[in-house]
T-cell receptor, first 111, second 116 residues
Framework: AQKITQTQPGMFVQEKEAVTLDCTYD???????LFWYKQPSSGEMIFLIY??????QNATEGRYSLNFQKARKSANLVISASQLGDSAMYFCAPYRNQFYFGTGTSLTVIP | SQTIHQWPATLVQPVGSPLSLECTVEGTSNPNLYWYRQAAGRGLQLLFYSVGIGQISSEVPQNLSASRPQDRQFILSSKKLLLSDSGFYLC???????????????FGNGTRLTVT
């Protein structure tokens, strides 16, 4: 299994502000994908954004973007203009042959 | 479009009883299938994955087993449940990887299992 580190167990952000959730991983493979998922209190896992290791540009998807630093093995999720509905657990998942998940970051958006 | 069904949504079972959780996928062929477990307040632990009928790989040795009797059916079982088997079980599928393109995981709604 890969080692995946999400160093922020809990984060708070003011509504309408931007927030960055950290993720680092350990892989020697040159080709892999990096996924981020959101898990609200209901438990469902929602796919947010994907970055391929060969992609030249950082991925963006609406208010979500990735700060991908391949040499540092880091793929931080940036959520812009936070909304109350963004309060949830967030997991990063590097993919090579399997999906392994980090321990997650709990994000709370404060009105 | 593809959908994934997982049942039951909640389950309370006594220690030592058997377990069978079922997951089916619609709208795709030859998916990769996965079982994950999530303890309360924790991350997701990969239990089993399958790339085809009858092909099961286990990530963590335990008293659970998985089977794939049909292309789009994945079953998680136990002969005798332990208290430590309590958790949130999630089934997921992804399309087979092609070249450098990676398909995301698509999750079912999960089963909350409480072993008493």
């Amino acid at each position: 299994a890969q080692k995946i580190t999400q160093t922020q167990p809990g984060m708070f952000v003011q509504e309408k502000e931007a927030v960055t959730l950290d993720c680092t991983y350990d892989t020697s493979d040159p080709s892999y994908g990096l996924f981020w998922y959101k898990q609200p209190s209901s438990g469902e896992m929602i796919f947010l954004i994907y970055q391929g290791s060969y992609d030249q540009q950082n991925a963006t998807e609406g208010r979500y973007s990735l700060n991908f630093q391949k040499a540092r093995k880091s793929a931080n999720l940036v959520i812009s203009a936070s909304q109350l509905g963004d309060s949830a657990m967030y997991f990063c998942a590097p993919y090579r042959n399997q999906f392994y998940f980090g321990t997650g970051t709990s994000l709370t958006v404060i009105p | 479009s593809q959908t994934i069904h997982q049942w039951p949504a909640t389950l309370v079972q006594p220690v030592g009883s058997p377990l069978s959780l079922e997951c089916t996928v619609e709208g795709t062929s030859n998916p990769n299938l996965y079982w994950y477990r999530q303890a309360a307040g924790r991350g997701l632990q990969l239990l089993f994955y399958s790339v085809g009928i009858g092909q099961i790989s286990s990530e963590v040795p335990q008293n659970l087993s998985a089977s794939r009797p049909q292309d789009r059916q994945f079953i998680l079982s136990s002969k005798k449940l332990l208290l430590s088997d309590s958790g949130f079980y999630l089934c997921a599928w992804s399309a087979a990887r092609t070249g450098r393109n990676n398909s995301p995981l698509h999750f079912g709604n999960g089963t909350r299992l409480t072993v008493t």
